[in-house]
């Protein structure tokens, strides 16, 4: 019988051994994987999101006069909104117009003083006087120059020239025989009158104010002050 020896087998080492093993592994994931996964169209049908359609305050599906309502509401509430909007507007600008007035109110009383009413004298010797005086004192504030004279001087002058009358007139002494007569209640004759004439003052030289007020400012530039003449002057 013919000898004959058989091929050993090859022997596989322990690292072939171990890729062999994780090939095989991989393939097992790789057909479980595609067995498992759904197809790209199932997905996109799954994963899409449904449709939300809007309900009512009942839970069910909104009609079309449901949305009419709706939207009649929310102009409703657009028109009130706007509407609150103006009249507040209106309201503040109204508010501001009556402050400006108010303010021109108290601008304007601030600047219009009240006239104060002009005093009133009594129409004899004793008012003449004080009118007189209050002349002359006036002219001293307006010009820093007034007409200087009292109470007592003036009426002392006016007892001696006239006795207290206004139409009193000399007809004898030396001006009355010049033809100016002086004339009265200072006896002033007329040339001197119309010289020393104050303003604002009536120009009549029987007067009372008029003449008490020349007599005076003519007394002041001669003598210094009608208090300082105690005789014809």
Not at 85 to 105: D, F, I, M, P, Y
Not at 185 to 197: C, G
Request: proline share 6%.
């Amino acid at each position: 019988m013919p000898n004959f020896t058989l091929p050993r087998p090859a022997r596989i080492s322990r690292g072939q051994k171990v890729s062999a093993a994780l090939v095989a592994t991989a393939s097992c994931a790789a057909a479980l994987a595609f067995t498992a996964a759904p197809s790209n169209a199932q997905t996109t049908a799954a994963d899409a999101p449904a449709t939300v359609k809007p309900v009512s305050a009942n839970g069910l599906p909104l009609t079309a006069k449901d949305r009419a309502d709706d939207g009649k509401k929310a102009q409703q509430a657009a028109s009130s909104v706007t509407a609150g909007h103006l009249k507040v507007t209106a309201v503040e600008k109204q508010g501001h117009v009556a402050k400006q007035a108010a303010n021109r109110s108290v601008e304007r009383k601030a600047i219009a003083k009240p006239k104060a009413a002009p005093k009133r004298y009594a129409n004899n010797l004793d008012g003449w006087i004080r009118e007189s005086l209050s002349i002359m004192k006036a002219l001293s504030i307006m010009k820093d120059k007034g007409i200087p004279g009292s109470y007592e001087g003036l009426h002392r002058n006016i007892m001696r020239e006239s006795a207290g009358d206004p139409n009193a007139v000399n007809d004898w002494d030396i001006n009355a025989i010049n033809g100016v007569p002086s004339k009265g209640l200072l006896q002033v004759i007329q040339p001197t009158f119309d010289t020393y004439h104050v303003a604002g003052t009536p120009h009549k030289l029987t007067d009372p104010i008029a003449n008490i007020t020349a007599a005076a400012n003519y007394a002041a530039h001669r003598y210094g002050s009608i208090d300082n003449v105690n005789s014809a002057y």
